[in-house]
């Protein structure tokens, strides 16, 4: 059930969403295993 | 960012198969670690935490994707990994040739060439490029001592 839900948060009309991240320790631990640059978004809400 | 350019398809393709995205409230203690005052503020950091690049304000797609190679290409740039951001440089120019990105990047591709070979003569060609396609860029002023060479 989980999955399913994790699974529709993620799609929207046949395309991927951005599955971002929230924290930066784990960004940049993903970073570091994927060889990948972070991307880091300050937003306001609203 | 969020309306318009997080949805778009080659935004969301590109992020998720090239970065690691990290999306953090401006009102946390990361955006004061960042001295951010203003949103979107956007960082391009390598996978050790180092800032290369930083924009403040909205970019369509159409200008997030050029100005997202950029930061990776001059992350490459300060680590001297030359080939790699020349590489993503010329992908940057090849695609969006248009975008606001662009005349950055044909600055620090001469630079890039010129480092990895001594050779001067990329970084008359940057001037060369840039005084012909883009006269006004503030690049082509900092280039302008280029022409002598």
């Not at chain 1, 059930?1 to 529709?8: E, H, K, P, Y």
């Not at chain 2, 159409?62 to 080939?83: H, N, Q, T, V, Y």
């Not at chain 2, 590489?87 to 480092?115: H, M, N, T, W």
């Not at chain 2, 001067?120 to 012909?132: H, I, M």
């Amino acid at each position: 059930m989980n999955l399913i839900l994790n699974m529709n948060l993620t799609v929207k009309g046949g395309s991927a969403m951005i599955t971002w991240e929230s924290e930066m320790t784990q960004a940049l631990e993903r970073g570091l295993a994927e060889k990948k640059p972070i991307l880091l978004d300050f937003f306001n809400p609203g | 960012m969020g309306a318009v350019t997080y949805p778009d398809e080659k935004v969301t393709d590109f992020v998720m198969q090239r970065m690691v995205p990290l999306q953090v409230q401006a009102d946390k203690p990361l955006a004061d670690e960042f001295k951010v005052k203003w949103t979107p503020t956007i960082v391009v950091l390598d996978y050790y935490g180092k800032e290369h690049h930083r924009t403040v304000g909205f970019f369509p797609p159409e200008e997030f994707i050029p100005s997202l190679l950029l930061g990776m290409g001059k992350a490459g740039f300060d680590a001297d990994r030359f080939d790699d951001a020349i590489q993503l440089f010329d992908k940057l120019l090849a695609e969006y040739p248009k975008s606001g990105a662009a005349p950055e990047a044909i600055y620090l591709r001469g630079v890039s060439c010129y480092k990895s070979t001594h050779d001067a003569g990329p970084l008359k060609e940057a001037y060369e490029k840039l005084k012909a396609e883009y006269p006004q860029s503030e690049w082509t002023m900092r280039a302008q001592p280029y022409s002598l060479l």
